[in-house]
């Protein structure tokens, strides 16, 4: 049996490293599941590979609005039971920026005319 002092010390290092593990993968997790859109045809297929969608978006809610409607599945079937059809919804909007908006820009929803106003998170809720 190890000494209480050291197993101490052992099991906050145990627990730093768990700590630590859980962080990485989340992060992995999440970078390799964001994709970055400009293209609203690529929106739906996105969402329904689980992905977390990074768009220029207007921030207007009535957009939000269209974007969550025409972003649920369509089609009434479920590829796999209990899989969720909802439509995406607006998760944040990164301080961290992948790009600039540019002048030529535009809003994901094809609908929209008004400029974006930043690169915006959407994903379906679970
Ligand atoms: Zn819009």
């Known amino acids: 049996m190890l000494p209480r002092a050291v197993a101490v010390h052992k099991l906050k290092e145990l627990l ?3 700590q630590n593990s859980l962080l990485k993968r989340a992060v992995e997790d ?3 599941h964001t994709v970055l859109l400009t293209d609203w045809s690529q929106f739906t297929p996105n969402l329904d590979k689980k992905n977390i969608i990074l768009a220029p978006f207007c921030g207007d809610s ?3 609005d269209k974007i969550k409607a025409d972003s649920a599945r369509d089609d ?3 590829v796999e039971p209990g899989a969720p ?3 995406a919804k607006t998760l944040c909007i990164p301080l961290e920026q ?3 908006i540019k002048p030529t820009d535009k809003c994901i929803h094809p609908d929209c005319a008004r400029k974006p106003s ?3 998170l959407f994903g379906r809720s679970y």
């Open 16 to 18: 730093e490293d768990i």
């Open 30 to 32: 999440l970078e390799s």
């Open 62 to 64: 009535t957009c939000e």
């Open 76 to 78: 009434g079937e479920a």
């Open 85 to 87: 059809s909802m439509g």
């Open 98 to 100: 992948p790009a600039q």
């Open 118 to 120: 930043f690169y915006t």
